[in-house]
């Protein structure tokens, strides 16, 4: 059984309580320690996590037309185990994904997650206007220690409707990740271009992502924009 845990905001760390099977992303181990011996081993997942080929070979190569590659590794533990992740300093975050719950959330920000987690890729189609949205990875719990661990750029906020049915809104750049107490809760796409976008004179925030009021939703953003979305001018 595999816990998840952070330390000091920008490590992930896992105890493992037996043997157990732990998916990251490639490179990401920085340290580990155990009784008796290193009882755990890496794999670098060529394909994808997913027990069946065929879905793995189809997995794979969604991941790398939709721009949602993400190079994963299986680690292998064999007995009880502490063991630590980090990215490049990011901050890590850990949720634990209850039956059936959905975590919409884009590849470059995952860290890890427990083999109890189904992972895929799902077109959103709103690829048009953003470069990282065509497609979301998800993460669904599917069983009792569904564990996910998500990076960002800085500390996130978190901008929430459940109480209160206020509109949100976000630029897609910036968003870390979403989950909703009903479906997936996606996105719509919202653009704000005129003839200003044609000469260069663009606000740099010509497209969001917005969920309405009626649609509850937890959207977690980081103080942080990929280069991303469209950029377009006359010189």
Same mark, same amino acid.
């Given at each position: 059984?595999l816990?998840?845990e952070?330390?000091?905001?920008?490590?992930?760390k =896992?105890?493992?309580?037996?043997?157990?099977v @732990?998916?990251s992303?490639?490179?990401?181990?920085?340290?580990?320690e %155990? !009784?008796?011996?290193k009882?755990?081993?890496?794999?670098k997942?060529l394909?994808?996590?997913?027990?069946?080929?065929?879905?793995?070979?189809?997995?794979?190569?969604?991941r790398?037309?939709?721009g949602?590659n993400?190079?994963?590794?299986k680690v292998?533990?064999?007995?009880?185990?502490?063991?630590?992740?980090?990215n490049?300093?990011?901050?890590?975050l850990?949720?634990?994904?209850?039956m059936?719950?959905?975590?919409?959330?884009?590849?470059?920000?995952i860290?890890a997650?427990?083999?109890?987690?189904?992972?895929?890729?799902?077109f959103?189609? =709103?690829?048009?206007?953003?470069?990282k949205? @065509?497609a979301t990875s998800?993460l669904?719990?599917?069983g009792?220690? %569904? !564990?996910?661990a998500?990076l960002?750029?800085?500390?996130?906020i978190?901008?929430?409707?459940?109480s209160?049915?206020?509109?949100l809104?976000?630029?897609?750049d910036?968003?870390?990740c979403?989950m909703?107490?009903?479906g997936?809760?996606?996105?719509?796409?919202?653009?704000d271009?005129?003839w200003?976008?044609?000469?260069?004179?663009?606000s740099?925030?010509?497209?969001?992502?917005?969920?309405?009021?009626?649609?509850?939703?937890t959207?977690l953003?980081?103080p942080?924009e990929?280069?991303?979305?469209i950029?377009v001018?006359?010189?």
């Open positions: 059984m816990t998840f952070t330390i000091n905001e920008l490590t992930l =896992v105890t493992c309580s037996g043997s157990d @732990l998916i992303k490639a490179g990401a181990f920085i340290g580990g %155990s !009784y008796g011996g009882n755990y081993k890496f794999e997942l394909l994808g996590p997913q027990n069946n080929f065929a879905q793995a070979a189809l997995g794979s190569l969604i790398r037309a939709t949602e993400l190079p994963l590794m292998t533990m064999s007995g009880n185990s502490v063991t630590y992740y980090a490049y300093g990011q901050h890590v850990v949720y634990k994904l209850a059936g719950e959905v975590i919409s959330v884009e590849s470059e920000n860290l997650f427990s083999q109890e987690c189904k992972y895929d890729v799902r959103i189609g =709103v690829g048009v206007m953003s470069q949205g @065509l998800t669904t719990g599917n009792n220690n %569904s !564990y996910v998500i960002s750029d800085g500390n996130p978190v901008l929430s409707n459940l209160n049915q206020n509109t809104c976000a630029d897609p910036a968003v870390i979403w909703s107490q009903h997936y809760g996606d996105p719509q796409i919202k653009t271009l005129s200003k976008n044609l000469i260069g004179q663009h740099g925030e010509s497209y969001s992502f917005e969920w309405p009021g009626n649609q509850p939703v959207v953003i980081q942080s990929r280069k991303g979305g950029r001018g006359i010189d």
